[in-house]
């Protein structure tokens, strides 16, 4: 099993672009999470998705967010605009449902620099 | 809602020493309780659980963490602890039952162990 699978590992952009981060979650998990890391505010949950449906996007920051899951085995997450506040470390995390007893099993992540 | 605490930032510990890193938890219903742990440059990984039963729960590299209701903690030990055991590590809580439950994380307790 290749586990969750992230891209892009690193993005620098500047102010005002598009960002898209990618996720591919486990085969045969059927719930999506995507996370975010700061040194000020720790591991923040911005949404996550049961069965490709948004159950809970009350993490995500305004507006600028937006996350889509539209089959089983993708999701993303875009910034437009990026600001400089956006840089981190961009986590997603997949499991089972209902069986999986909340085990999430993480992708090694997408650090964004927003210059 | 469910929420965690993890009180130390930092614990500087030598090399063999037994450490203790500290969880507690808030939550008006029953929960399962996580301990994970992330090495540098690297995705979370699952480093032992707690659903029901035992209240000690063990992980293959020698932690243990004990499951104190009447204290609302979760805390992890380790008897004697390895250069290798350096990362940071985040406690984390989520409602039983249901697949509705997100997984909520502590701030995370970073692990310096010193030759």
């Known amino acids: 099993d290749a586990g969750v699978i992230q891209s892009p590992r690193h993005e620098v952009t500047e102010m005002g672009q598009e960002v898209t981060l990618r996720c591919k979650p486990i085969?045969?998990?059927?719930?999506l999470f995507w996370y975010r890391q700061t040194m000020m505010r720790g591991l923040e949950l911005l949404i996550y998705f049961n069965n490709n449906v948004p159950i809970d996007d009350s993490g995500m920051p305004e507006d600028r967010f937006s996350a889509k899951m539209p089959n089983a085995s993708f999701s993303t997450l875009k910034i437009q605009p990026s600001e400089p506040r956006d840089s981190a470390v961009y986590f997603c995390?997949?499991?089972?449902?209902?069986?999986?007893?909340?085990?999430?099993?993480f992708g090694a992540g997408s650090r964004l620099t927003v210059l | 809602a469910q929420s965690v605490t993890q009180l130390d930032s930092q614990v500087p510990v030598f090399e063999e020493a037994p450490v203790e890193l500290r969880c507690n938890y808030s939550s008006s219903v029953s929960v399962y309780l996580f301990w994970y742990v992330q090495y540098p440059n690297q995705g979370l990984q699952l480093l032992l659980k707690?659903?029901?039963?035992?209240?000690l729960v063990e992980s293959i590299n020698g932690f243990e963490a004990e499951f104190n209701k009447s204290q609302t903690s979760f805390h992890l030990r380790k008897p004697s602890v390895h250069i290798s055991d350096t990362a940071e590590y985040f406690c984390?809580?989520?409602?039983?039952?249901?697949?509705?439950?997100?997984?909520?994380f502590g701030t995370g307790t970073l692990l310096a162990v010193q030759p």
């Open positions: 085969s045969g998990h059927n719930s």
């Open positions: 707690y659903l029901s039963g035992s209240t």
């Open positions: 995390a997949s499991r089972i449902i209902p069986s999986g007893a909340n085990v999430l099993t």
């Open positions: 984390a809580v989520s409602r039983q039952g249901g697949a509705t439950n997100k997984l909520i």
